[in-house]
């Protein structure tokens, strides 16, 4: 039998990448750029659909890729309704709420289920899947309640790396997933601290929305009082707060840069501003690790740190300096998103793990 052939697709906001893999092995993988000219021609990301799905097509041929030989094809996930974490074929109620999401969000990640879908569809017997969406939610109940009954805590994070990461570490125990208690930061542009209890999610930060950690990008959990008299002062619209919660929050507002490796060149420098700075970053993700740590009630059998991040030793020392006395420390510098969505493909097309259906 011959081996299986997989597609990743993960579509950004400017670009779109794409990979294949033959069984484990990375045979192909291209970052195709979009300009603003060239996206300035669509009204809204819904209609990117075609060009984006030719480009691909485009580059799978020029590279000798033959896609009639794919068994499946695995996009990012989208902004679907909140879901269990784990692989989920492409269905109409799925792609319906990924078009929905289009034009509510314009999040050009549900480009991915319903590329790979229309993909699959003129390929017999390949199968198009999403894993691992970032509206992954398995919180525990308890974990959920956030002190007012308008406002209900909810999960949107890094539930792909995260788990990925997850799964590395426990084979390197030689362990399964679901049989051991993992934390997971996942540190990058956003930062998530998840408490994983034997393969679930329990408990997370809502890391677009205004929890946890401040990040190169984002400000993380606010004073809730002074951002509620922020907004009524008259000052600032309704899309400035939410710039100044994710996209202009955190480092960028601090010291003017998202850039990491400006702001260690910074730190080596002397800088007093930059170097308290990332101490209070380094500070507070020890901190959101220590909180999940009581979130799994100190059973913790590894501490795990992945993303861009993780690639700064000075800012994972910081870390580890706080968090080494509660349980090991690993590090998994950067992210694969692409390998991740191949092998949760892998893993379905082998029985691996469950397909899971889609409802609204």
């Not at 045979?27 to 990301?45: T, Y």
């Not at 930061?185 to 329990?202: C, K, N, P, Q, T």
């Not at 984002?218 to 008299?229: E, F, I, M, Y």
């Given at each position: 039998m011959s081996n299986k052939l997989i597609l990743s697709i993960n579509p950004g906001s400017t670009s779109t990448k794409?990979?294949?893999?033959?069984?484990?092995?990375?045979?192909?993988?291209?970052?195709?750029?979009?300009?603003?000219?060239?996206?300035?021609?669509?009204?809204?990301?819904?209609d990117q659909f075609h060009f984006r799905k030719d480009i691909i097509l485009k580059e799978l041929k020029e590279a000798g890729i033959d896609i009639r030989k794919l068994n499946a094809i695995v996009g990012r996930g989208g902004w679907l309704k909140p879901v269990r974490a784990g692989v989920y074929g492409v269905n109409d109620a799925m792609k319906e709420r990924l078009r929905y999401g289009i034009q509510q969000t314009q999040h050009a990640s549900n480009l991915g289920g319903l590329i790979a879908d229309d993909i699959a569809a003129g390929i017999p017997g390949a199968r198009a899947f999403i894993a691992d969406p970032p509206v992954v939610d398995e919180m525990?109940?308890?974990?959920?309640?956030?002190?007012?009954?308008?406002?209900?805590?909810?999960?949107?994070?890094?539930?792909?790396?995260?788990?990925a990461v997850a799964r590395r570490h426990a084979a390197s125990l030689g362990k399964?997933?679901?049989?051991?208690?993992?934390?997971?930061?996942?540190?990058?542009?956003?930062?998530?601290?998840?408490?994983?209890?034997?393969?679930?999610?329990?408990?997370?930060?809502?890391?677009?929305?205004?929890?946890?950690?401040?990040?190169?990008?984002?400000?993380?959990?606010?004073?809730?009082?002074?951002?509620?008299?922020?907004c009524f002062s008259g000052d600032y619209t309704l899309h400035d707060i939410k710039k100044m919660i994710a996209g202009k929050g955190g480092c960028v507002a601090y010291l003017g840069t998202t850039d990491n490796r400006e702001i260690e060149a910074r730190v080596a420098a002397g800088d007093k501003q930059a170097t308290l700075i990332e101490n209070a970053m380094a500070y507070q993700v020890a901190k959101e690790i220590g909180a999940m740590y009581t979130a799994l009630a100190g059973d913790v059998d590894a501490i795990v740190l992945t993303g861009g991040l993780a690639y700064n030793r000075p800012f994972i020392k910081k870390i580890t300096g706080r968090i080494e006395k509660l349980a090991p420390v690993a590090v998994y510098p950067g992210e694969d998103e692409m390998e991740a969505l191949a092998m949760n493909g892998l893993m379905a097309l082998n029985g691996e793990t469950d397909v899971l259906e889609y409802t609204n």
């Open positions: 794409i990979a294949v893999y033959e069984e484990t092995r990375k045979i192909f993988a291209k970052n195709l750029n979009h300009s603003v000219e060239e996206l300035g021609a669509f009204a809204d990301m819904a525990d109940d308890v974990a959920r309640i956030s002190g007012h009954p308008l406002f209900q805590r909810r999960a949107l994070f890094h539930p792909l790396n995260q788990r399964k997933y679901d049989e051991i208690n993992l934390i997971v930061a996942h540190m990058g542009g956003g930062i998530s601290v998840g408490a994983h209890r034997r393969g679930r999610i329990v408990d997370v930060n809502n890391a677009l929305d205004g929890e946890g950690p401040f990040t190169p990008e984002r400000s993380g959990g606010l004073p809730a009082a002074d951002v509620a008299k922020l």
